[in-house]
């Protein structure tokens, strides 16, 4: 039961993985853009970890359901995965909210082909 957590957020992922596939929403519609801010923002959110476990205000919570796994202390594997996840899930959204109002990744409107910059 160790690695139930970690399965159901690499199966979340493979998820988002094919909405954006099947939607065109993050990498499918500018993969360099998607290369570097999916990235930073994990790692931003691992900095902010870090700080809030330096602080004593964020800890590792004892579960059947994880591998016990850390990369730091107090810092499960799972949780690197989460943060994917989260940033993945967010730009899915994005990309998704700027299809539905008619804005395309290159900042013209699908209607008119007008630039919005």
Excluded at 73 to 95: D, Q
Aim: charged share 15%; glycine share 12%.
């Amino acid at each position: 039961m160790g690695l139930l957590y970690l399965l159901a957020l690499l199966v979340s992922i493979t998820g988002m993985i094919m909405l954006d596939r099947r939607f065109r929403l993050f990498f499918w519609a500018d993969r360099r853009r998607a290369a570097v801010i999916l990235p930073a923002g994990v790692v931003f959110f691992l900095v902010w970890d870090l700080f809030g476990i330096g602080l004593g205000i964020f800890f590792r919570g004892e579960t059947s359901f994880m591998t016990g796994l850390q990369v730091a202390p107090e810092l499960p594997i799972e949780e690197v995965f989460f943060l994917t996840l989260l940033c993945y899930l967010t730009m899915n959204l994005f990309g998704a909210a700027r299809h539905l109002t008619g804005r395309t990744a290159r900042g013209t409107d699908a209607a008119t082909g007008v630039s919005g910059r």
